[in-house]
């Protein structure tokens, strides 16, 4: 069996954002050169997500919404958790979409349905922040 393990980082521009990242995983599988396995791929920190769904601007725009409903950033103040940080709500928002997925490799490809890619979830950015890409197989 062989084993691959990469870290994929980010800086986004904004607190929230949803980042396609599904090429860079398929780059992984080609660096790894196994061709039947799994791929393991998780957010290393607890206030980013990593999902699974449709590249659609619309959608992204409604997950945007439902997340300030269930979760509001402001006002910050209505968390226990906000004393020294203001991020109570992105830990909650990283809940609700996930910490990782795991993907089937089948001939050396992702092997999703037609409308499946992965999306790195950020609810507390602009700073430095990594994704974890492990692939085991043969
Ligand atoms: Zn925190």
Known sequence: MKSYRK???FNTTQRREFI???TDV???IDESGIKEGFVLVNAMHITASVFINDDESGLHH????WLEKLAPEKPHSQYRHNGFEDNADAHMKRQIMGREV???ITKGQLDFGPW???FYGEFDGKRRKRVLVKIIGE
Do not use: P
């Open 102 to 104: 795991v993907c089937a």
């Open 116 to 118: 499946e890619r992965i």
């Open 20 to 22: 396609n990242i599904t």
């Open 7 to 9: 870290e994929l980082w």
């Open 62 to 65: 409604d997950y945007e919404v």
């Open 26 to 28: 398929e780059n992984c």
